[in-house]
């Protein structure tokens, strides 16, 4: 059998670590690595290739690109989202999308329990004022208490089932909505299974973990917004595009909503004129839910259980497209 050939063809890091080189070509897998800036580059390096393996948001796989990509037959995205591959294109071509959201589901579950306790307890608000010399108890004072609140999951993967675990220590109801998910999922985790509007009108904190694809773009937008209580507060950890940002800052800036606590936004990063930048109930942060201390080694080391496991079975840990009818190896 031909030795299974492995191109990292974009990646976030400033150089990929030895220990990853050796822990690869120690199972008799051929790796090829080059920082590629555009879409010819990454094709130079990747022909023939297995798979294709990229980091973070790298756009350097297009349609064109895997179209070109004769043998490649698993496109490997270090994360979770996979906004920047053409998913579409590689189902049709038997090409399995493989991703790895293992490797920072507990960061993002954290950050956006962080954001919302922030927002409630209107963390960031109270240190600016008080560095801008006001100390002042009456000025915007915390919400809550959290307990017995209903806390609002739209999407039920990995993250969302780390919050809603989370959410059992602040007594909090969690209910959540996914397509997806069977309704036995939802219960074994003690979710309640529920519809995407009444997730909407019945949360008071409401957090978004849904990929974006085509039918989840601006899915929270002016009609959502209306259906959620006026004292709800948003928190998205997933991607900017789900949530129309337009729509959003006239929400709270009307008091249709109460708050919101952003970790991505759909222009990274955001334009000085976003009116989102000018609201003092939002809380931003720029795009570090997956951060921590072993982000790194996190995300290596389940990218390599993932190639080990597409060398040896040609199944991936975890595949975006399912539904796939794989491309017969060489």
């Known amino acids: 059998m031909a030795q299974y050939k492995v191109a990292l063809v974009a990646y976030d890091a400033d150089e990929v670590p030895q220990w990853v080189v050796e822990q690869i070509n120690g199972v008799d897998i051929e790796l090829a690595i ?26 350097v796989i297009s349609d064109r690109a895997l179209r070109a990509l004769e043998a490649c037959r698993v496109i490997l995205r270090s994360g979770s ?5 053409p998913v579409g294109t590689a189902t049709q071509l038997g090409i399995i999308v493989a991703n790895t959201p293992e490797a920072a589901a507990v960061a993002v579950a954290e950050h956006a329990f962080g954001l919302l306790l922030a927002v409630v307890r209107q963390i960031p608000l109270q ?10 108890r009456n000025r915007g004072q915390p ?3 959290l ?23 602040f007594d909090l109801r969690t209910i959540a909505c996914d397509p997806y998910i069977e309704e036995t999922v939802f219960t074994r985790h003690g979710v309640e299974p529920a519809s ?3 997730v909407l009108s019945e949360s008071d904190f409401l957090s978004i973990h849904t990929p974006l694809v085509k039918s989840t773009h601006h899915l929270i937008g002016e009609r959502a917004l209306k259906l959620m209580k006026p004292t709800a507060i948003l928190i998205n950890t997933s991607r900017g595009g789900v949530i129309d940002e337009l729509a959003l800052a006239r929400a709270l800036a009307s008091g249709q909503i ?10 990274q990063p955001p334009d000085p004129a976003n009116p ?24 290596w080391t389940h990218s390599i259980r993932t190639i080990i496991e597409c060398a040896r079975t040609g199944r991936p840990l975890w595949t975006v497209n399912p539904e796939v009818t794989p491309r017969l190896g060489s």
């Open 34 to 59: 080059c920082q590629s800036a555009n879409e010819d580059e990454a094709l130079q390096c990747a022909r023939g290739a297995d798979l294709v393996w990229i980091f973070g948001g790298s756009k």
């Open 81 to 85: 989202g996979t906004d920047n591959i």
């Open 127 to 136: 240190d600016r004022a008080i560095r801008g010399g006001t100390w002042d």
């Open 143 to 145: 919400t809550g208490p």
């Open 147 to 169: 307990e017995g609140q209903t806390l609002g999951l739209v999407g039920f993967g990995h993250i969302a089932r780390l919050l809603a675990r989370m959410a059992t220590g």
């Open 196 to 198: 995407f509007d009444q």
């Open 258 to 267: 109460a708050a919101a606590g952003l970790d991505v936004m759909e222009q």
């Open 276 to 299: 989102l930048l000018q609201l003092d109930n939002v809380v931003l942060t720029p795009h570090i839910a997956a951060f921590s201390d072993r982000f790194w080694h996190d995300y």
